[in-house]
């Protein structure tokens, strides 16, 4: 089946720790997005990267960091910098560029910072 | 820039109660408008979308017409179920980008 696999689903670290979440997608698309959402808000949007090795800021990138090496994949970093770093997190893909196409969204990584 | 604005939530309905999500937009152009709907701890499904003027999106009984006239694109649904209870997303793309913008989302809960 084709789609967004995210993990872990569940992710502890400690404060000061640096911490990568997984995303990858086989549905062959172009473009992939990092999004957070707190409780009771929508999505914002972290980082984006519409060809590999080549990416964008979002609205809230600082004490982010993502890299784009394979198509599939599109890992993010949450780095010791990103001060209130407990959220939900939620990747997506895109096929092309048309502004009605859909984007498709994994199943998400919660992260908690102790 | 463009930005989404969607009814303050949480909304509690009985089941087979008719429901109704507003949702609003402010956009340069003409952009395509979404429905995502999220259930607990998963993420996000596309529910139904529009990519002109007047097109309505439909989708599991769930509709919204893109009504450029009034920048809105309300969802409806004439009868809800307790399997809608969720939390649904409205968003925005403009023609010349790439990214989606979110309305804050309305949670939704639907009591047997």
């Known amino acids: 089946d084709g789609g967004i696999t995210q993990s872990p689903k569940y992710l502890f670290r400690k404060e000061g720790q640096n911490v990568t979440l997984s995303c990858e997608q086989n549905?062959?698309?172009?473009?992939m997005y990092w999004y957070r959402q707190d409780p009771g808000q929508g999505l914002r949007l972290i980082y984006y990267?519409?060809?590999?090795?080549?990416?964008q800021k979002g609205d809230i990138a600082e004490g982010y960091s993502v890299s784009r090496e394979k198509k599939e994949s599109f890992p993010l970093t949450v780095t010791s910098a990103q001060k209130n770093p407990t959220a939900f997190y939620l990747c997506?893909?895109?096929?092309?560029?048309?502004?009605?196409?859909?984007?498709?969204f994994g199943p998400g990584t919660r992260l908690t910072v102790l | 820039g463009n930005s989404v604005t969607q009814m303050e939530g949480p909304v509690t309905l009985s089941e087979e109660a008719f429901l109704t999500i507003n949702c609003t937009y402010t956009?340069?152009?003409?952009?395509?408008l979404f429905w995502y709907v999220q259930y607990p701890g998963e993420g996000l499904q596309l529910l139904l979308k529009?990519?002109?003027?007047?097109d309505k999106g439909s989708n599991k009984g769930f509709e919204a017409t893109y009504r450029k006239e009034t920048t809105s694109f309300h969802l409806e649904k004439g009868s809800v179920q307790v399997s809608d209870s969720a939390v649904y997303f409205c968003?925005?793309?403009?023609?010349?980008?790439?990214?989606?913008?979110f309305g804050e989302g309305t949670q939704l809960t639907v009591n047997p």
């Open positions: 997506a893909s895109q096929s092309g560029g048309r502004s009605y196409n859909e984007q498709f």
């Open positions: 549905l062959n698309h172009d473009a």
């Open positions: 990267s519409q060809i590999v090795n080549d990416f």
């Open positions: 956009a340069t152009g003409y952009p395509s």
């Open positions: 529009a990519t002109k003027a007047d």
């Open positions: 968003a925005l793309r403009e023609t010349s980008g790439s990214r989606l913008t």
